[in-house]
């Protein structure tokens, strides 16, 4: 299925399951109901494949295993546990709580990268602007004069001059570059190693690995509470994880764990660098006291309030940068267009 919907309606549809489960209602009549609720095409079509599938037999986690892109292995599992438990209405519940933990995350770090990315895009924009329909039109006027210009001038001019002449290829290549780099990323070589060096940016490398961790975190700790066994936890954390470079050390934990090792000493020993030393010592810390999934919520609500000081912290750093860059860029414009126009009017009154 290739139907897709949002992170709210998945919430929402979550919680108003476990709600009605707990109050007794059958699970395809509840599915009925918010089939007809539902105010989304979508959510709507996936429900209903919902209780088509369970009216002919099926379980409900077995129904959700048919919409993997919007059902994830870790909520299914879960699902899962509640269904074989008895528990189903509980799980629902708990379920939607850790998944409004997440989309709070989420909207978090698209906040943080809201500012940055308004500043970027309306520079983008009007320069594209000027390039197209101002600055072709200051080549006709230099020209005209016949003067020697001044460097700055000599560069804006031939830059106006190519967008004058080029412009819309020029917009083109840059759209296509972006779209050539989407999908170069996107190869398994090449994303081996941009999923490494997302975490080793200027600014956002930080901030992009405590994301993760907290998610890791949260998951981890949601499925060990649960009941789940570490070592199939960690297997549907490896299946769900789109990051090779998490992945791959998630991986190497899996291995050490099957050969009877720790999660602490295994990070340790492995060195498995994605995992800051605080989150490898707390662990450690949970796994001898026996209380690992506490500690993994702990992790979760650390690294989460580090996101959401770092949020803030982050529109304070960025903000005299990009006021630098726009500065330098008004400055040269200013530059190269007022001192040639002073220049000329000096020669003409002379």
């Not at 002919?56 to 870790?74: M, Q, R, T």
């Not at 000599?154 to 989407?182: C, Y």
């Amino acid at each position: 299925m290739l139907k897709n919907i949002k992170e709210t309606d998945k919430l929402m549809f979550t919680k108003h399951l476990g709600v009605m489960i707990m109050a007794g209602i059958p699970l395809t009549e509840a599915l009925g109901t918010l089939e007809n609720d539902a105010k989304s095409p979508n959510l709507k079509s996936i429900i209903h494949s919902l209780k088509i599938q369970i009216e002919s037999g099926k379980s409900l986690s077995l129904a959700l295993a048919l919409h993997p892109k919007i059902f994830d292995k870790v909520y299914i599992s879960l699902v899962t546990i509640g269904e074989e438990s008895g528990t189903l209405d509980t799980t629902l519940k708990f379920l939607a709580e850790q998944l409004s933990k997440l989309h709070l995350l989420k909207k978090k770090i698209q906040g943080a990268m809201m500012y940055p990315l308004l500043v970027i895009s309306v520079m983008f924009v009007m320069g594209i602007g000027l390039s197209i329909f101002v600055l072709p039109k200051l080549v006709d006027f230099f020209a005209a004069f016949n003067q020697q210009l001044p460097l700055s001038t000599r560069i804006l001019l031939g830059f106006a001059t190519l967008m004058r002449d080029h412009g819309i290829l020029v917009v083109a290549s840059i759209f296509g570059i972006i779209i050539g780099f989407n999908l170069l990323i996107k190869l398994p070589p090449i994303k081996r190693v941009w999923d490494r060096l997302i975490f080793k940016l200027p600014i956002f490398g930080d901030f992009l690995l405590e994301s993760k961790m907290a998610e890791l975190s949260r998951n981890m700790s949601v499925l060990l509470t649960s009941g789940v066994p570490i070592l199939v936890g960690l297997g549907t954390l490896i299946e769900s994880e789109p990051n090779l470079y998490i992945k791959a050390n998630l991986n190497q934990l899996e291995v050490g764990l099957s050969k009877g090792k720790s999660m602490g000493d295994t990070m340790k020993a492995s060195n498995l660098t994605v995992f800051p030393s605080i989150f490898s010592k707390m662990v450690a810390v949970g796994e001898r006291t026996g209380k690992l999934d506490e500690m993994l919520s702990y992790l979760a609500d650390y690294y989460e309030e580090e996101i959401e000081t770092l949020s803030k912290n982050l529109t304070t750093i960025l903000e005299p940068i990009l006021l630098v860059i726009v500065g330098l860029l008004v400055g040269f414009m200013a530059i190269a267009i007022i001192g040639p126009i002073y220049q000329i009017t000096g020669n003409i009154g002379g």
